[in-house]
């Protein structure tokens, strides 16, 4: 289904993105078989909100391993990157998931051991069309900026000459902000 989004962003990604070359080329399918009940809502469905599209979960669960992501970073990718929120099908940053949601969907497909099924699945895909995914070794960081703890703020007191401090009897106080 094409929709607006898809529409305008098709048009900003080239046709060689790797991404959108494997969302195609994946029968997905055949990892949807194994999804099959992942929720609970799926088997008896008793109102509530509507839980992520197991694939999609699945194809974020991915591009964290194959990007080397943690799930924050993987939150904001989705949120962010064009072709991640194609691949995905979370195409509005509203639509996806937060990093807690992220990383229960992570826990519960190892605690049922569908991990490495699907993992399995998809390497086994892969190697049928003569391909191998290799997890980025050397993938572009994200420039973080905190606040360093080796040179806080700092408040420094600015005395004027004593004889005006005698007789005002205050000082006055400048907040500079170091580098």
Same mark, same amino acid.
């Given at each position: 289904?094409? *929709?607006?989004?898809?529409?305008?962003?098709?048009k900003r990604?080239?046709?060689?993105?790797?991404?959108?070359? /494997?969302k195609y080329?994946?029968?997905?399918?055949?990892?949807? =078989?194994?999804?099959?009940?992942?929720?609970?809502?799926? =088997?008896?469905?008793?109102?509530?909100?509507?839980?992520? #599209?197991?694939?999609?979960?699945?194809?974020?669960? /991915?591009?964290?391993?194959?990007?080397?992501?943690? #799930?924050?970073?993987?939150?904001?990718?989705?949120?962010?990157?064009? #072709?991640?929120?194609?691949?995905?099908?979370?195409?509005?940053?509203?639509?996806?998931?937060?990093? *807690? *949601?992220?990383?229960?969907?992570?826990?519960?497909?190892?605690? /049922?051991?569908?991990?490495?099924?699907l993992f399995?699945?998809?390497?086994?895909?892969?190697?049928?069309?003569?391909?191998?995914?290799?997890?980025?070794?050397?993938? =572009?960081?994200?420039? *973080?900026?905190?606040?360093?703890?080796?040179?806080?703020?700092?408040?420094?007191?600015?005395?004027?000459?004593?004889?005006?401090?005698?007789?005002?009897?205050?000082?006055?106080?400048?907040?500079?902000?170091?580098?």
């Amino acid at each position: 289904m094409t *929709t607006f989004f898809s529409f305008g962003a098709e048009k900003r990604i080239k046709k060689e993105n790797v991404l959108l070359k /494997l969302k195609y080329l994946i029968n997905w399918d055949n990892i949807a =078989i194994h999804l099959k009940g992942f929720y609970k809502k799926d =088997i008896e469905d008793k109102g509530g909100t509507r839980p992520y #599209d197991p694939i999609s979960m699945f194809k974020a669960i /991915l591009l964290g391993q194959w990007y080397d992501l943690s #799930d924050p970073a993987l939150e904001e990718a989705l949120s962010l990157r064009i #072709d991640f929120m194609m691949f995905t099908d979370f195409e509005l940053s509203e639509d996806c998931p937060d990093e *807690t *949601t992220i990383c229960r969907f992570r826990n519960k497909l190892i605690s /049922l051991g569908l991990d490495k099924k699907l993992f399995n699945e998809i390497n086994n895909q892969l190697e049928n069309f003569g391909l191998k995914v290799k997890k980025s070794k050397g993938a =572009i960081l994200d420039a *973080t900026i905190i606040e360093s703890a080796a040179k806080p703020r700092r408040h420094i007191e600015i005395q004027e000459d004593r004889k005006e401090k005698d007789e005002k009897s205050h000082s006055k106080i400048f907040e500079v902000d170091q580098i």
